[in-house]
């Protein structure tokens, strides 16, 4: 069932997403060769803490074994749910940051892909593509229309660059938590509801340099591509009010492409 919000809920959904925002124009500029994965994570998780807020992701639970880490962090081949650890990020990496937060109830989503150092041309093109296809995505976002309009306009920008579009995960309904519906694809396939006044949607892109087809590691979290090729990802929150569209969460390409 997906859950529409009033005026005042949205309100609250903006304002942890303008602090998720605020932390990672903070993060991006850190993520840069040596550092570990596992303080870029504790690093959020006293951001966080500090500016009121508390780590959606942390102990989220779907499944048996709970995320244990603030933010998902996913390098080249890794699609999503990548869990800090002790790696070391590397000159050449696409590192795909995501991360939610829980301010007083309302739940914020947003995700990034961020070159480090210097990427080979192949990688920023992936990149820069996903980014544009998220953009492609959310001006197909209007109120009263249907939801996989938004699929068909990121598979649309895509499917020309021969990329593979991850359809086994997907975006989704956030705000009263992270993770509500309905689904938001990539591909137009599954339900195709009205994007009535009221929705709010996590969208988010995972585009491939190869296959589309991914497969899922032994800590039960992270997703790969399934030829081990690199991915990229870019996710902003949406929210539809008053016949209007709005991206609550912020703008960061210009910290990642400059």
Known sequence: MIRL???????????????LSAMYRDLIPLVKPGIQTVEIDMWVRDWIKKAGGKPAFLGYAPRK????????ISINEEVIHGIPCKRRIRDGDLVSLDCGIDLDGFISDQAVSIEVGKVSS??????????ESLYKGIAAVKAGDRLLQIARA???HVKPFGYGI??????????????????????????????????????EPMINLGTGDVDTLEDEWTIVT?????????????????????????????????
């Open 5 to 19: 919000k009033n005026e005042k809920q949205i309100d609250g959904i903006r304002k942890s997403c303008k602090m």
């Open 65 to 72: 074994k709970a995320f244990p880490a603030s933010i998902c």
């Open 122 to 131: 192949e990688v920023k093109k992936l990149n820069t593509i996903t980014c």
């Open 154 to 156: 990121v598979e649309g």
């Open 166 to 203: 991850v359809k086994e995960y997907c975006g989704h309904g956030v705000g009263f938590a992270l993770h509500e519906d309905p689904h938001v694809p990539n591909t137009p396939h599954g339900a195709n509801p009205k994007m009535n006044n009221g929705i709010v949607l996590a969208i």
């Open 226 to 258: 399934a030829d081990d090729r690199i991915s990229a990802h870019w996710e902003h929150t949406v929210a539809v009010f008053g016949g209007k569209t709005e991206v609550l969460t912020e703008p960061l390409e210009q910290l990642v492409f400059g």
